[in-house]
């Protein structure tokens, strides 16, 4: 294991902090000094003075190569997950090309789609929600497992274990024999599944693991080459890392292209067989960090004190009294001693305020499945209004790469250039009012999807049926795919105003032992947006994809009237709480991670290996 010098420097202790309540801090082990107020209150060499930290620049440290190699492996995860999930929905929807290759493949010089099953809209919606909705349900099972159980590094080498058999099943899958005698289905279906095992497997656990080996623990002065003096700071290198981990997790993103013009061009067996050659380095690189990686050993999780702890409420108060005054003190253990009932419990009274504390952080999350769905489209409807436009050569599949590619564009120009220019001009641009603008981005995306079925109904040689394996002339409408590239865009620059503040106001205002409960409601309310999708099958298909983009869009722009109404108050909130000296974060970005502060403070205390548990800053990761 490696050896934090900032660590050993702040404070020598690996025994639980002094007033740390419900410690499960296994022997041997330590808390990060950042979110540990007793060690940030001593002194150190380097320690700033008050003035200093309001008045210095905050720069990161020096990130250690295990950092970029943990980015690396999550690029390679990733790029083969994605280089998979775009094809999902063509493999499953379409039949084998008439005059095609036989290995899927259309033939060239045609509009024809690449396909191997044939099922069908339908089927094929349903085949892709429930793979998502595992991929996001999951990890909520897996993060609990990691913590409690096997610790991360084991979890996510059993990930890629089950991932190994996902890609070999679905190389087999694109065999022109399986193909041309309907049986690949077999071999496909049970990839797909355990590929979304895999996935889930591995989620929640790699950027916890990246932030376990930032060494940069204690803010500290340093003096520049240059002269000037800054403080090296932990929050700082911890941003700068995640900003690589997210680029690299978009750039994986783009093998969606690669496998895409090869189903295509060349047919499935390629199309599978990539993403399995991005899978063959994983056992490699995570063979050669075991032992170079910082590894916090397992000590519980919280996770299943809270449901029960929900579980107590509800019992005791019923569902009329969620949100009503009292309904969390239910669960007290001197509420539940008060009243006279035996109810075994394993907290005390301020990890319910804790639960309740989280909940309330973690409110505006609720709105995210809806513009979820109109960054994406509902269900598969996005990929199946592809099949109903004019390619010339382009894969229908490719044209959602623009998402990946307008976040990698757009997020400097916030970063450097309109956020740096609203703080000049003095203009106060909040948290909520920049995830009212990524709400109300995303619902004019999910119109211009409604506008573009609208259009290719019309003229389609198929009129409202031009999903529907169309053989009537070219089988396309006369309207360039390319038009497309626009919501796709769209909805990829809203996630940035809408996620990167969200989990800013999540994590700086839940109490700091309750990260692993934040990261757990937000993947429900992603995996609810599946569930939506899949519950939708039956109408993701001709004739009603024109409402399947536009209603999505109108509830999203009532839902964006709701929410600025609702939640405007937390912008006046943060910008009193910004000029505070433990609170220096601007939400912007690609990420923010945030330490302790005076709203976010708490007296219980999580296992170490649960304290970095800040993970989806995109729903792409």
Not at 284 to 295: A, C, G, M, T, V
Not at 376 to 393: C, D, K, P, V, W
């Amino acid at each position: 294991m490696g050896n934090s010098s900032d660590l050993e420097r702040a404070s020598s202790a690996t025994s639980p902090i002094g007033d740390e309540k419900m410690s499960k801090t296994p022997p041997g082990d330590s808390h990060a000094p950042y979110l540990d107020p007793s060690i940030m209150e001593e002194d150190y060499e380097g320690k700033p003075t008050e003035h200093e930290l309001k008045t210095l620049r905050r720069v990161p440290g020096k990130l250690p190569i295990v950092a970029y190699l943990i980015c690396v492996v999550e690029f390679c995860e990733r790029a083969s997950y994605y280089g998979v999930q775009p094809l999902i929905s063509n493999y499953v929807n379409r039949p084998l090309p008439d005059g095609g290759n036989g290995y899927g493949a259309p033939p060239q010089g045609t509009q024809q789609t690449a396909g191997a099953l044939g099922l069908g809209t339908v089927t094929a919606n349903a085949v892709t929600q429930s793979f998502s909705l595992l991929a996001y349900a999951l990890p909520m099972l897996f993060g609990w497992m990691a913590d409690a159980k096997t610790g991360r590094f084991s979890l996510i080498c059993y990930g890629v274990l089950v991932f190994g058999v996902a890609h070999v099943l679905m190389v087999a899958a694109g065999a022109k024999d399986l193909l041309a005698a309907g049986t690949a289905k077999v071999p496909y279906f049970l990839s797909v599944y355990i590929l979304s095992i895999g996935a889930a497997m591995f989620k929640p656990n790699v950027s916890p693991l990246l932030l376990d080996q930032m060494t940069t623990t204690v803010p500290t002065v340093i003096t520049l080459d240059s002269g000037e003096r800054v403080i090296q700071d932990p929050e700082s290198t911890t941003e700068r890392v995640m900003l690589w981990f997210y680029l690299l997790i978009n750039i994986g993103g783009f093998m969606g292209v690669a496998t895409s013009y090869s189903e295509k061009y060349v047919g499935w067996w390629l199309a599978f067989l990539i993403p399995l050659l991005l899978y063959l380095p994983l056992p490699l690189l995570l063979w050669f960090l075991y032992k170079r990686l910082i590894l916090h050993p397992p000590g519980g999780s919280d996770l299943g004190n809270v449901f029960k702890v929900l579980g107590i409420c509800l019992r005791r108060g019923g569902v009329t009294r969620i949100g009503r005054h009292g309904f969390w003190d239910l669960a007290k253990p001197s509420h539940i001693a008060a009243s006279g009932l035996s109810i075994k419990t394993d907290w005390n009274d301020e990890f319910v305020d804790d639960v309740r504390r989280t909940f309330q952080a973690t409110g505006i999350f609720c709105f995210f499945p809806i513009q979820y769905i109109n960054d994406n489209g509902l269900g598969s409807a996005a990929s199946f209004l592809s099949t109903m436009l004019t390619t010339n050569g382009v894969p229908n599949d490719v044209i959602n790469n623009f998402n990946s590619l307008s976040i990698i564009a757009m997020a400097p120009v916030l970063n450097y250039g309109l956020y740096p220019l609203l703080r000049k001009l003095n203009i106060h641009y909040g948290p909520v009012a920049r995830i009212t603008t990524g709400l109300a981005m995303s619902s004019i995306g999910g119109a211009g999807y409604a506008v573009l079925n609208y259009y290719a109904y019309q003229q389609s040689p198929c009129g409202e049926y031009g999903s529907s394996d169309c053989t009537i002339g070219t089988g396309v409408a006369p309207i360039s795919i390319w038009w497309m590239a626009i919501p796709f865009a769209i909805g990829g620059i809203s996630e940035l105003f809408v996620n990167v503040p969200a989990y800013g106001i999540a994590y700086s205002r839940a109490p700091v032992n309750m990260r692993g409960l934040v990261s757990a409601i937000n993947l429900f309310n992603t995996a609810i947006a599946y569930a939506i999708g899949l519950a939708c099958s039956s109408v993701v298909t001709d004739p009603y994809l024109t409402w399947d983009f536009g209603g999505p869009a109108i509830a999203g722009g009532i839902l964006t009237i709701v929410f600025y109404f609702t939640f405007r108050h937390i912008d006046a909130e943060e910008f009193a709480l910004s000029n505070n000296k433990d609170y220096h974060l601007k939400m912007e970005g690609t990420v923010n991670v945030v330490g302790e502060n005076e709203l976010n403070k708490s007296e219980n205390r999580p296992a170490p290996i649960a304290e970095n548990e800040q993970m989806m800053i995109s729903q792409k990761q």
